[in-house]
């Protein structure tokens, strides 16, 4: 296999980082995993030091592997939590955010995939609270629309609602790292993710 040497300036920072241990299981004498597993992306944010086991046996077995977004919010938010099964629920909820682009296109479908997000995150500990936040950032736009009575088709509302669509997509463009962030600091307060 072709291999690009990682620059040892990186290599240090990230061992220094985790304290020469495996992100996973802590584990001595980890080598470097390249998170997107594209060899030459050397850059920090992309590399984790796994052990001969959680790097050999597991990420670079298909069977075992942790998907690389999951892998990538554990290597952005370091919380362990999220390597547990009970987090996937809540992972795979939340993957449609990265889907959403800008447009005017109908939003029925993302407004169904945040209700159901929200709806989880009611459900767990402390859920009251992230439910209401969670909402703040990626729930619907209250805004009303004026209907011109008797006009078919009625060509304000329709801009109207094109308009709000395209303000609900760029809301939640800018706001899912903050959702995502969100979800993450919710995992404290569940039981499992201390145990
Ligand atoms: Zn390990
Ligand atoms: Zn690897």
Redesign the pocket.
């Known amino acids: 296999m072709m291999r690009e040497t990682i620059p040892k300036k990186t290599k240090d920072a990230l061992l220094d980082e985790y304290d020469h241990r ?6 001595d004498r ?1 080598h470097l995993h390249h998170i997107d597993e594209d060899a030459s992306h050397n850059e920090l944010s992309n590399l984790l030091p ?2 001969p ?3 050999l046996r597991d990420q670079h077995n298909p069977t075992r592997k942790i998907e690389i977004p999951k892998l990538q919010l554990f290597r952005k938010y370091k919380d362990p939590a999220i390597l547990k099964p009970q987090f996937h629920p809540i992972y795979t909820r939340q993957l449609f955010l990265e889907t959403v682009v800008s447009g005017e296109e109908d939003v029925g479908e993302i407004q169904s995939r945040v209700g159901e997000l929200v709806e989880l995150v009611q459900s767990l500990e402390m859920g009251e609270f992230y439910g209401k936040r969670l909402t703040e950032f990626i729930g619907p736009l209250n805004r009303a629309f004026t209907m011109s009575l008797g006009s078919s088709p009625d060509l304000r509302f329709e801009a109207q609602r094109r308009t709000a669509n395209r303000d609900y997509r760029q809301k939640l463009i800018e706001n899912r790292e903050s959702a995502r962030a969100l979800l993450i600091e919710l995992l404290r307060y569940q039981v499992w993710a201390n145990a």
């Open positions: 495996c992100a996973v299981c802590g584990g980890p796994l052990c086991n959680c790097h």
